[in-house]
């Protein structure tokens, strides 16, 4: 009897283990399913927001756009203390120089004047009070910190030569009345204020589009995508008609193979 037993529970044994097989590759067949189905709704998502309007052209979000880490915060209010701080000091050195007419080499000059005749009564007065001495920072500029600022402002200005350039030789009629009717726009704005105010309501601007933005970003894009439809209707119906009868410069010899 007790060798029936036994040969019974070890025929019993592989059918649990077949079962259970059976139900582990299922378990598994699910998983990978949901899982496969999880990465192609990923697909369709990023798809679909690939195919949405962004304006400029925009493809990063609006902090990356900024360059990120702290400017970018800055910007966008992340710290609004900082934030608020740093537009109010912009906002009183343009009241300190444009209303109150105050000018920069004087302000320079009485700050160097006060900031010396501090520290020199301090070190002074250290050695009758029994204080430690005022600690000057040793500010050295390394020689390779400036050859990577000259190297990025030669890279840059070389960058916008070839633009101005390339506008120039007449090959792209659209990017040429582009630059034409910014200059001219920043023309006006220049002839209304001067370069301090104007580099004050650029400031200002920075503060507060790119926050505005980024809170109706989805509004702004629609709008704006209704409105560069309508552009590039009105823009082809003038190609149309005028400019594609003004002569164009030379076209760029092609590379021989």
């Given at each position: 009897?007790?060798?029936?037993?036994?040969?019974?529970?070890?025929?019993?044994?592989?059918?649990?283990?077949?079962?259970?097989?059976?139900?582990?590759?299922?378990?598994?067949?699910?998983?990978?399913?949901?899982?496969?189905?999880?990465?192609?709704?990923?697909?369709?998502?990023?798809?679909?927001?690939?195919?949405?309007?962004?304006?400029?052209?925009?493809?990063?979000?609006?902090?990356?756009?900024?360059?990120?880490?702290?400017?970018?915060?800055?910007?966008?209010?992340?710290?609004?203390?900082?934030?608020?701080?740093?537009?109010?000091?912009?906002?009183?050195?343009?009241?300190?120089?444009?209303?109150?007419?105050?000018?920069?080499?004087?302000?320079?000059?009485?700050?160097?004047?006060?900031?010396?005749?501090?520290?020199?009564?301090?070190?002074?007065?250290?050695?009758?009070?029994?204080k430690p001495p005022p600690k000057i920072p040793e500010v050295i500029l390394s020689e390779k910190c400036v050859r990577e600022v000259a190297s990025e402002l030669r890279i840059e200005i070389n960058r916008g030569f070839v633009v101005l350039?390339?506008?120039?030789?007449?090959?792209?009629?659209?990017?040429?009345?582009?630059?034409?009717?910014?200059?001219?726009?920043?023309?006006?704005?220049?002839?209304?204020?001067?370069?301090?105010?104007?580099?004050?309501?650029?400031?200002?601007?920075?503060?507060?589009?790119?926050?505005?933005?980024?809170?109706?970003?989805?509004?702004?894009?629609?709008?704006?995508?209704?409105?560069?439809?309508?552009?590039?209707?009105?823009?082809?119906?003038?190609?149309?008609?005028?400019?594609?009868?003004?002569?164009?410069?030379?076209?760029?010899?092609?590379?021989?193979?």
């Open positions: 009897m007790a060798e029936l037993e036994g040969e019974r529970e070890r025929e019993r044994e592989p059918v649990a283990e077949s079962v259970e097989d059976k139900i582990t590759e299922k378990i598994d067949g699910g998983d990978s399913s949901s899982s496969s189905s999880s990465d192609s709704d990923d697909d369709k998502l990023d798809a679909v927001k690939s195919k949405v309007f962004r304006l400029f052209g925009r493809e990063k979000p609006v902090h990356k756009v900024l360059g990120g880490g702290k400017p970018a915060d800055v910007f966008l209010w992340r710290n609004k203390k900082i934030s608020a701080g740093v537009l109010g000091g912009a906002t009183a050195v343009w009241v300190f120089f444009e209303l109150l007419e105050y000018h920069l080499i004087t302000l320079l000059c009485h700050l160097s004047i006060f900031s010396l005749a501090v520290l020199f009564l301090w070190s002074n007065a250290s050695n009758f009070l029994n350039r390339d506008i120039a030789s007449g090959r792209d009629l659209k990017k040429f009345l582009a630059v034409i009717a910014g200059l001219w726009a920043l023309s006006l704005v220049g002839s209304c204020c001067n370069i301090l105010t104007l580099l004050y309501i650029s400031f200002v601007l920075l503060h507060t589009v790119p926050v505005l933005y980024e809170k109706y970003e989805d509004q702004v894009d629609a709008y704006s995508e209704k409105t560069w439809i309508e552009i590039k209707k009105q823009y082809a119906v003038l190609d149309e008609k005028y400019l594609s009868k003004i002569p164009k410069g030379p076209l760029k010899e092609k590379k021989k193979d």
